[in-house]
C-alpha cells in the first residue's frame, strides 16, 4: 500500500454552476493512486510515498471516510520504511528523513498504531523519538533533516510535531528550537527558512505551528503577520506563497491555517478562497489540482479539503490548524496519559 501524486484531469468543462465537492470522486481516486504502478510517474515520485500516504489518508479522514483504504496494508507499509535507528525512509529501501519519519509518526497516530509500533519493535516510539532528537543543533537549536546536516524550519516544525504527537517533546531542547525561530523572523513579520532568508506562506506555517506547539505565539508580531498573510488573496480568491506569485490551492492551508492560528482567518474572503477550491477539482474523475485547469495530485488534494475544512465547509471532519491532521486525532493523542 503505497499513495503517490498521481495524474488526473482538472477540466472544469462539466462543472455545475452550482459549487459542490465531490466527496465520492475524490474518496475514488485516493483509492485508485497505489493501482498505477504500471505509469512513469508512479516510479518518479517513489521519494515521496510515505509522505503520499499521509497526504491521503488524512484528505479521506477529512472526508469522513476514515476506513477507505485497508489499515493492516497501510500499517505494512508504514513498518516496511521504519529503519532500526527509528527513523522512516520515503519507501522500502530509501533513507531515513526527518520528513518521511514526520509522515510515518502522523499516519501512526492517525491510525491509533502506537501500541502496534510497539510490539513491531520492542521501544519503538522511544527509538523514533530518539531519531528525532539527536537531529538538533544543540548550538542553535534548529534541526537538520537527515545525517547530511541540512538545515530548514520544516525539520524543526516536523520534529516538535512528531514528537509532541508520542508524548516526547522533554527529548529536545524546545527553549532552544524557539529561540531559532526568533531568528527567522522578518520585518515584514513573517519567517524564512532560515536567518536572513525570506518570508513564505509555507515557512510561516512551520514557524507558527512550532511556536504553537511550544506555547509561544506570543513572540509573533500578529498584527503585522496578520495584514501580510492577509495580502496573499488574488482577485479570484486564490492565495499565493508570496507577492508578486500566482494562486495556488496548497496556500489555501498554509496561509488560512497561519491566520487561523492567529485568530485572523477572518480578514480573507472566505466565500471567494472556497469558491476557488471547489473551481481545482475533477468532477469526473475526483481530486483537485494547484488551480483550474490544471492536472490533479493527492498533494494539493489534501491541502484544498483541509482548506475547505478550517473555512468549515459542510461535511467534512474539523482540521487541526497546527497539525493538518483530523481534530480528533490530535485531540486522543495529545491527552494520552504515555
Known amino acids: 500500500m503505497a499513495l503517490v501524486s498521481g495524474p488526473g484531469r482538472g477540466g472544469m468543462d462539466s462543472m455545475p454552476a452550482e459549487m459542490r465537492l465531490f466527496v465520492d470522486k475524490h474518496v475514488r481516486y485516493i483509492q485508485s493512486l497505489d493501482s498505477r504502478k504500471d505509469e512513469l510517474e508512479y516510479w518518479l515520485t517513489e521519494h515521496l510515498r510515505l509522505n503520499g500516504l499521509y497526504w491521503g489518508l488524512t484528505a479521506l479522514h477529512l472526508l469522513g471516510h476514515p476506513d477507505a483504504l485497508p489499515r493492516h496494508e497501510l500499517l505494512e507499509f508504514v513498518f516496511s520504511c521504519l529503519h532500526e535507528n527509528g527513523g522512516f525512509g520515503a519507501a522500502p529501501g530509501h533513507d531515513a528523513h526527518m520528513l518521511y519519519t514526520v509522515s510515518g509518526v502522523q499516519i501512526l497516530a492517525t491510525l491509533d498504531a502506537f501500541d502496534e509500533l510497539e510490539k513491531r519493535v520492542p521501544g519503538g516510539r522511544m527509538k523514533t523519538g530518539q531519531y528525532i532528537a539527536d537531529l538538533q543543533d544543540p548550538e542553535t537549536g534548529t534541526f537538520a533533516g537527515d545525517e547530511w546536516g541540512e538545515r530548514d524550519t520544516r525539520f524543526l516544525y516536523g520534529a516538535l510535531n512528531a514528537l509532541s504527537l508520542m508524548g516526547l517533546l522533554h527529548l529536545v531542547n524546545v527553549d532552544k528550537a524557539v529561540d531559532h525561530i526568533q531568528t527567522c523572523a522578518n520585518f515584514d513579520g513573517g519567517y524564512g527558512t532560515s536567518p536572513g532568508a525570506e518570508s513564505h506562506s ?102 484544498g479539503i483541509a482548506g475547505l475544512s478550517l473555512l468549515q465547509y459542510p461535511g467534512l471532519a474539523e482540521v487541526d490548524p497546527v497539525y493538518c491532521m483530523p481534530r480528533a486525532v490530535t485531540a486522543r493523542c495529545l491527552s494520552r496519559q504515555w
Open 202 to 303: 509555507g515557512q510561516i506555517f512551520t514557524c507558527l505551528a512550532a511556536l504553537s506547539i511550544a506555547g509561544r505565539l506570543d513572540l509573533v508580531e500578529q498584527d503585522k503577520l496578520g495584514a501580510w498573510l492577509s495580502e496573499r488573496q488574488l482577485k479570484n480568491g486564490g492565495l499565493n506563497g508570496r507577492p508578486e506569485k500566482k494562486e495556488d490551492v496548497c496556500y489555501s492551508w498554509w496561509v488560512a491555517t497561519s491566520l487561523a492560528m492567529l485568530k485572523k482567518l477572518h480578514w480573507i474572503d472566505g466565500a471567494k478562497l472556497t469558491a476557488f477550491i471547489l473551481q481545482c477539482q475533477d468532477p469526473e474523475l475526483g481530486g483537485l489540482a494547484d488551480r483550474p485547469g490544471d492536472m490533479v495530485d493527492v498533494f494539493h488534494t489534501v491541502f
